[in-house]
């Protein structure tokens, strides 16, 4: 019966959304989350590094801004 009383799911183009549509879309919404959860913490950790060596600051450096950048794509 409550589903009797729900109002139906409508997509952008007034068609109804199935309830798998809806699934999926909340399923590859939760997998970017997690994505961007896991780079940020990758650059919280290179953030946190501190190195005297100039090779391995060159190399944490690198690895920050390809991070950023996949943050910044997943936005």
Same mark, same amino acid.
């Given at each position: 019966?409550?589903?009797?009383?729900?109002?139906?799911?409508?997509?952008?183009?007034? &068609?109804?959304?199935? !309830? !798998?549509?809806?699934?999926?879309?909340?399923?590859?919404? $939760? &997998?970017? &989350?997690?994505?961007?959860?896991?780079?940020?913490?990758?650059?919280?950790?290179?953030?946190?590094?501190? $190195?005297?060596?100039?090779? =391995? =600051?060159t190399a944490? &450096?690198?690895?920050?801004?390809?991070?950023?950048?996949?943050?910044?794509?997943?936005r």
């Amino acid at each position: 019966m409550a589903n009797a009383l729900q109002q139906p799911e409508v997509g952008p183009g007034n &068609e109804y959304v199935s !309830e !798998e549509a809806r699934r999926l879309a909340e399923q590859v919404r $939760t &997998e970017r &989350e997690r994505h961007k959860q896991a780079l940020n913490l990758q650059r919280e950790n290179i953030l946190s590094q501190k $190195t005297s060596n100039p090779s =391995r =600051r060159t190399a944490l &450096e690198a690895a920050l801004v390809q991070i950023e950048a996949e943050i910044e794509a997943l936005r």
